[in-house]
């Protein structure tokens, strides 16, 4: 019989949501110059896809690390 408890993933949800807070901290009181940039066009116009690709799987980790704490999980077949 294999028992495999799983332990909960605080430390990992803690540094998610720091990184997180962050990085919404840092575009925001740069939004000056993150405009600048997004505006240039060109290759510089890939930045506003990457930025929210990065914003979607940091929040999106966080998220998913809140919900595992609370004891929410998809349920199996």
């Not at 066009?41 to 595992?68: D, K, M, Q």
Request: a positive charge.
């Amino acid at each position: 019989m294999n028992s495999t408890v799983k332990q909960k993933p605080y430390f990992r949800t803690a540094l998610l949501g720091v990184v997180s807070i962050a990085s919404y901290i840092a575009l925001f009181t740069h939004s000056s110059v993150v405009m600048e940039y997004f505006i240039k066009g060109g290759l510089y116009a890939a930045l506003p896809i990457a930025t929210a690709l990065y914003f979607s799987f940091v929040h999106g980790a966080f998220a998913s690390g809140v919900l595992s704490l609370l004891g929410l999980t998809a349920k199996g077949h």
